[in-house]
């Protein structure tokens, strides 16, 4: 009879800076780690700012066996069938603000995802960075170009000049939130989107509810999803604030955290043995 150590245990991992490593990729040690957990019963997808398209640069050959939460919690995507089955879209009337954006801040990158992709606004070198790691197409597009819906907006410029973006926006929208999702980048999305959102809806539309749910991040576009999983897991390398509200603590992002998270499920939650912030070994 096969053995199934993993049953009954969702594993819901954030990508850049979790799961992907500093090169922008998946360690063996991670891969290994993530088939035996599959192999063993578990369920397990990604939770990412990415777009569903961006995600699958670094997804090949890795077990994920449910739908992915994609964009910030935007939408749950089937990576398998390539089909939307949930999303959360900007409700607000934003143009006129994004065009007023770079009048304040001009060191400022925007990029806008919608449902026919991504495009891009204002380029800097964060934009340019971001734009290689997922494949997005280079060139700019006017805001009022842009088809609607939109998922999000995303900021980008060092990080003091983003919380001075933070702070101009705070009050200026009725149903939008800013968020970091790394610390050069700022996303704009409804107030009711977040990752931790996304993964309720999961649930629920799965009927997953008597699973445990073990949730790794490493920023604050993670917190929500943290809190609401069973046990919260930060990586060495997340952010304070992160870790402070996490249950454990793993390994730096380039030290196979996913590697080091699944030992730990194995040697401790056969036996509900859970410590409140300990340090995985």
């Not at 065009?99 to 380029?123: A, H, K, Y």
Request: glycine residues 8%.
């Amino acid at each position: 009879m096969k053995s199934s150590p993993f049953a009954g245990l969702l594993l819901v991992c954030d990508m850049d800076g979790t799961l992907v490593n500093s090169k922008n990729e998946v360690s063996p040690e991670n891969i290994a780690a993530l088939k035996r957990f599959v192999e063993g019963g578990g369920l397990f997808t990604v939770a990412t700012g990415r777009t569903a398209r961006g995600a699958s640069l670094n997804l090949k050959g890795l077990p994920v066996n449910i739908p992915a939460i994609v964009i910030n919690g935007s939408q749950i995507y089937d990576l398998k069938q390539n089909q939307i089955l949930w999303h959360s879209f900007i409700e607000d009337d934003i143009d006129g603000l994004l065009s007023d954006l770079p009048l304040n801040f001009p060191q400022l990158g925007m990029e806008i995802f919608f449902e026919g992709g991504v495009s891009i606004t204002r380029s800097n070198d964060w934009v340019e960075a971001h734009r290689l790691r997922e494949i997005i197409l280079p060139g700019t597009m006017e805001v009022n170009k842009i088809p609607k819906p939109w998922y999000k907006i995303v900021l980008s410029c060092d990080n003091r000049g983003l919380k001075e973006v933070q702070f101009y926006l705070a009050g200026k929208t009725t149903h939008c939130k800013t968020v970091f999702s790394e610390e050069k980048f700022l996303d704009l999305m409804n107030i009711e989107t977040s990752k931790g959102n996304a993964l309720q809806v999961l649930v629920h539309k799965l009927k997953l509810s008597d699973l445990k749910i073990i949730a790794v991040g490493d920023n604050l576009n993670d917190l929500e999803m943290i809190q609401i999983a069973d046990i919260g897991v930060a990586v060495g390398n997340a952010h304070e604030i992160l870790k402070k509200h996490a249950t454990l603590c793993s390994a730096h992002h380039d030290e196979h955290a996913i590697y080091q998270v699944i030992n730990w499920i194995e040697q401790n939650l056969s036996g509900e043995r859970l410590m409140k912030r300990k340090r995985i070994q």
